[in-house]
């Protein structure tokens, strides 16, 4: 038996933080964003609110559009990291928040990765028969942990993300292969310091600004380039295609100059490389639900979709679907 993604969801909040925004607060410059990274604008979450907040609102919508209750609900996961709190999961949040009283949930870190391997981890339950309908959530109040004093960071990030609802599928469409990889060598190179227990907060880790995002860009920018390029080309090769079998590619949204060596490297056409990064920036795991959330009309019972992301761990790695619905 297969998973298949049968409805999705998004959100992004409504305040617009632009490029011009941000040549206020750092040394920066609307060209060097845009031609650097592809982003226009980003968006930011209120003062109060939290990525449960983002979650909820992209599964209320699914909940509606397939005319189903959240008790119906098995399990729930939640892609994040920046979850409400270190514990509870953001899971059981929203399960509250949504009434999934029926649901058990976790939450599942793996950075800009996370949406992809709380994919392939909610498929496994559908395939082996123990649950009928799982929400995969991804979804990342990235303003929380960014340092809007740091150039090298502060332009990258938004807040939002979104959900799908993965139920079985009896036809050929569905979920159909996966390669996952992660190297915690890279750890170094993109990470939040303080806030774990190797360093609990305190006024010395708060004063070194440790609980925000560190990156070091162009290390990072050189392995994402080559391993999601290359991952995504292997499950191309994995499940025999070719760039003209492939209808679309949903890639992480973290540099467009990533995507399009992607897009390269699986030989596809410009078309076919969907791309909303000009107007959320990098929502670390909520992007490719945004994704689905933006183009989801395009889709066509049948397409053959590759998701593919790279992101802090190093985690990366790609999904062959085929589309299971029209909309
Ligand atoms: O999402 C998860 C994984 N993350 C990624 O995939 C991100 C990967 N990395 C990147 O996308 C890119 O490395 C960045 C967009 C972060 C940076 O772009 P870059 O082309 O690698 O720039 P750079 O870090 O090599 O910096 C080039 C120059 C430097 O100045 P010098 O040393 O050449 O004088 C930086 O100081 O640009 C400077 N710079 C900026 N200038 C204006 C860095 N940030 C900015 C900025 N505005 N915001």
């Known amino acids: 038996m297969r998973a298949a993604i049968t409805a999705v969801g998004g959100y992004v909040p409504d305040k617009v933080l632009s ?31 939290a990525t449960s907040d ?3 609102q992209a599964v209320n919508q699914i909940l509606e559009k397939r005319g189903i209750s959240a008790t119906e609900i098995d399990l729930v996961i939640v892609a994040t990291v920046t979850p409400d709190h ?6 059981n949040i929203v399960s509250d928040k949504i009434g999934a009283t029926n ?20 498929a496994k339950f559908i395939e082996s028969g123990k649950h009928k309908k799982v929400l995969v959530c991804g979804a990342d109040k990235m303003s929380a942990i960014v340092n809007y004093e740091d150039r090298n960071t502060c332009v990258i990030f938004g807040d939002g993300g979104g959900a799908v ?37 305190t006024h010395e880790t ?16 050189k392995f994402a380039v080559t391993n999601m390029a290359e991952v995504s080309r292997d499950i191309m090769d994995k499940n025999n295609l070719t760039g003209d079998d492939v209808d679309y590619l949903c890639a992480h949204q973290a540099n467009l100059r ?29 992007t490719i639900p945004l994704l689905f959330w933006d183009f989801e009309k395009k889709f ?28």
Request: net charge negative; with cysteine.
């Open 300 to 327: 066509k019972k049948g397409d053959n979709i590759v998701l593919a992301a790279f992101g802090g761990g190093f985690t990366w790695g790609s999904v062959y679907l085929k589309w299971a619905y029209n909309s």
């Open 165 to 201: 609802l993965l139920e079985p599928c009896d036809d050929e469409n569905g979920i159909i292969d996966s390669i996952l990889k992660s190297d915690g060598s890279g750890r170094a190179f993109l990470h939040q310091k303080a806030g774990g227990s190797m360093h609990p907060p």
């Open 258 to 286: 990533i995507i399009d060596a992607t897009a390269r490297r699986m030989e596809l056409d410009d078309e076919k490389v969907l791309i909303n990064i000009e107007r959320y920036g990098n929502t670390t795991a909520g």
């Open 86 to 91: 270190v514990f509870p999961a953001t899971a």
């Open 103 to 122: 649901a058990w949930g976790f939450d599942l870190s793996a950075a800009c990765s996370g949406f992809l391997y709380a994919l392939d981890t909610g």
């Open 19 to 49: 490029n011009k925004d941000l040549e206020k607060l750092v040394d920066t410059s609307d060209e060097w964003i845009q031609s650097r990274t592809g982003i226009k604008e980003r968006r930011v979450m209120a003062e109060g609110t």
């Open 54 to 56: 983002i979650c909820v």
């Open 206 to 221: 708060i004063d070194a600004r440790e609980h925000y995002v560190h990156q070091e860009g162009k290390t990072v920018f």
